[in-house]
Every structure is written in structure tokens, then in C-alpha cells.
Nanobody, 125 residues
Framework: EEPLVESGGGSVQTGGSLRLSCAAS????????FTWFRQGPFGREGVAGI???????TSYADSVKGRFTISKDNTDNIVLEMNSLKPDDSGMYYC???????????????????WGQGTQVTVSN
């Protein structure tokens, strides 16, 4: 497996939007799941995940439900659309991948063995 590459981070004001992308061209065949993590004051926390295996589905942290959307675009990027951003959303965002898992989308970092280098998100008042 090739390393994941994140992009799209930046600095925005409260209420703004960002679109993060995770290049995943080497992960084809619908045999992987992907989760975006945020490195914040309480450690690395799962933000949003997508299951591209037969089970399908997405999962979101309670704090971002209704504001963030995870998807796979038509160029094999795992996209995190972030709207109505708040200062608490700030942090380094990492994309992580793991082989298909039958019981949903784990938000435990230790489950994932493939990681990107991260992209910084800063939200100011």
C-alpha cells in the first residue's frame, strides 16, 4: 500500500468552510475503509469515516454531525467537506486507511496501519 496524501487545510474564520482531500488512488477495489482523525488537545480523535467495503456506510463524531460530510469522489480522493467551522475544529487532520472490517468504522487510531502526513486546519473567531 502507498502512503496517503492529505491536502486542503488552511486558515478560515468561524462559520467558514474547507474541503480536505485524501489521495487514495492506490486503494481500489472497494476493499478499504478510511477515517479522518483530528489531533487536538485530547489526542487523536476520529472525525468521520467511510466504509467502501460491501457493508458500506459512514460514521461521524457527534461534534461534527450535520456540518461535515465524508465521501469518495470520482478521482479516488476521500473528501471531507467541512462547513460551519468552529474554533474547536482546529487541529491537524490525518487520513487513515485500513483493510475492510466487518463491524463498522472504528474510530480507534490503533486500528489503522496506513496514515497520511496530515494537513493543518485553523479556525479563528
Amino acid at each position: 500500500e502507498e502512503p496517503l496524501v492529505e491536502s486542503g487545510g488552511g486558515s478560515v474564520q468561524t462559520g467558514g468552510s474547507l474541503r480536505l482531500s485524501c489521495a487514495a488512488s492506490g486503494y481500489t477495489g472497494n476493499t478499504w475503509l478510511f477515517t479522518w482523525f483530528r489531533q487536538g488537545p485530547f489526542g487523536r480523535e476520529g472525525v468521520a469515516g467511510i466504509n467502501l467495503c460491501s457493508l458500506g456506510g459512514t460514521s461521524y463524531a457527534d461534534s461534527v454531525k450535520g456540518r461535515f460530510t465524508i465521501s469518495k469522489d470520482n478521482t479516488d480522493n476521500i473528501v471531507l467537506e467541512m462547513n460551519s467551522l468552529k474554533p474547536d475544529d482546529s487541529g491537524m487532520y490525518y487520513c487513515a486507511a485500513a483493510a475492510c472490517y466487518g463491524t463498522g468504522i472504528p474510530f480507534s487510531p490503533s486500528f489503522y496501519n496506513i496514515w497520511g502526513q496530515g494537513t493543518q486546519v485553523t479556525v479563528s473567531n
